[in-house]
């Protein structure tokens, strides 16, 4: 969870953006429709008590953002500020020890300064998670980030906002 955390942040710093689309938009960020909710490893989909984002969003690869550029971020050059400069994880990341995916709510990650959205909301947590030896995901997918501290249950969990 440290690497797929820190993954998150150095592609963060290069690029200007998160990994929060299936695809680029000329080299960039993608277009809202290519905006995904989660980024997964491969493993089999947790349970939840009640069908949610965490199982039903939409996803993306974290060798495709971390690995291979799949979306097709512009590339980080000599005279560039900003670019892709990975892979940010050298191997793949598969399963969990219970063969479950890890999973990153990455659509919550919100930019602004401090806990408040732009709109004067307060952010949501944004989680690296694995459902622990349960299988099943009991940590909200939207939390307020003021008050979200753990996760819920046996999940496993490392915050990123």
């Known amino acids: 969870m440290q690497t797929i955390a820190s993954s998150v942040t150095q592609f963060y710093k290069d690029n200007g953006f998160f990994p929060q689309w299936s695809a680029a938009n000329n080299g960039g960020q993608g277009l809202p429709a290519d905006k995904v909710d989660l980024l997964i490893t491969p493993g089999n989909v947790p349970n939840v008590a009640t069908a949610n984002t965490w199982t039903n969003g939409t996803t993306d690869a974290v060798a495709d953002q971390f690995i291979t550029n799949a979306p097709g971020y512009t590339m980080r050059t000599a005279t560039a500020t900003f670019g892709w400069n990975g892979p940010y994880i050298t191997n793949t990341i598969g399963a969990d020890a219970w063969n479950n995916r890890y999973t990153i709510n990455v659509g919550l990650i919100d930019t602004t300064q401090g806990t408040q959205t732009a709109t004067g909301a307060t ?20 939390q307020l980030m003021t008050v979200a501290t753990t996760a819920s249950g046996d999940d496993i969990a490392m915050r990123i906002q």
């Not at 952010?123 to 939207?142: C, D, F, H, M």
């Open 123 to 142: 952010k949501s947590a944004v989680w690296v998670l694995s459902a622990g030896p349960n299988g099943q995901i009991e940590t909200p997918y939207s």
